[in-house]
Structure formats: C-alpha cells, structure tokens
C-alpha cells in the first residue's frame, strides 16, 4: 500500500508527499483546485478552511484509488498464478477413471487366464485414453499412407516397398500428437525409399 504524508503550510494549503508514485499526474491536484477558486466569484466563498478541506478530501479520494489500483493488481497476480497453478486439475479428473480401468484389468489378470477378456479390456482403456485426449484437443497425427513431413513424422528407417511412392510412410511404430497447432510427440514412422 502507497504511504503518504500530509503537512500544512502557513497559509493553510496542504502539501503531500508520497513515495515513489507521488510523481505522476495527481501530485499537483489540489495546488490546482485551490488555483482555480482563489478568483472569480467563488472567491468569497472559498476560504482558507474550505481550501483545507476540499484538499484533504480530494487527497483521500486520490490515495484510496491508489489504494484500489494496487489490490486490483494484487488480486489479479493472485488470480493469475493460481491459474498456472492448476490448469491441469481437468485433465487430471479426466484421467483418473482411466486409471481406476487399468486398476481393475490388473486385479481381473490375476483371477482370469482369459486373455481375449483382458484384451478387450486394455482395448477399451485406449479407447478411454483417447477419448479424454480429444476431449482435451489433443488429437492423433495423421500418418499411414501420407507423404513423410519432418514438422510431424521421426523417421525410425525407411525401406523398399514395391508400388509405393518414396517417402511415404507406410508403417508406424509409435502414434504422434498435436495439441492445437502443437506437435506434442512426432509420430515415429517408417518411411518407403526408392529400389
């Protein structure tokens, strides 16, 4: 919070300090309303003590705002690192019935020799896993059979295939994502060469 500090001269005007805000616009104001009704037919009305208040008054108003401006930024940095703080707290509950999926195929692999039962399940909790990354805009690298982009695609070898255009790619050892406009994980790919 800005200090300031109030001294009144002999004539009765007030002259403030502050620190180091008191250079800006408002340091002169009440030099200046006092200024203006010294003449003119104010003047009578405008004595020495309604000076005084009127400055004391326009003073307070002044440093109240300053007051306010600084919370307001307080409050906003505040809000802003929170923010920061937690932006994943929604992918994080997202994720957490995925979790609680893969907990329940571990306890069922252990009771079942069914492997096509356990199959299933694990083939639902990528489904899961890339519906909450959807949901999240965090979508899948389009790869098979298009033409190899390094912004996109990481190269693993490449190999000759008949029929097949060079540079294109024509397996994936691992799916790429993008967030948005972002490439999250290139895709690792296997990219046709010529004979």
Known sequence: MVRATQRFGENGTMSSTAGPDSAGPTANVPNVLAARYASGPMAELWSPEHKVVAERQLWIAVMRAQAELENFRKRSRREYEDALRYREIDLLRDLLPVLDTVRRAIDASETTADV?????????????????????????????????????????????????????????????????????RPAQVIVSKEE
């Open 116 to 184: 096509d039962s356990l199959r299933a399940g694990f083939r639902m909790t990528a489904q899961q896993l890339e519906k909450v990354l959807d949901t999240h805009g965090c979508k899948t690298i389009e790869t098979e059979g298009k033409p190899f982009d390094p912004t996109v695609h990481d190269a693993l070898l490449q190999q000759v295939v008949p029929g097949v255009a060079a540079g294109t790619v024509v397996g994936v050892a691992s799916k790429g994502y993008k967030l948005h406009d972002r490439v999250v």
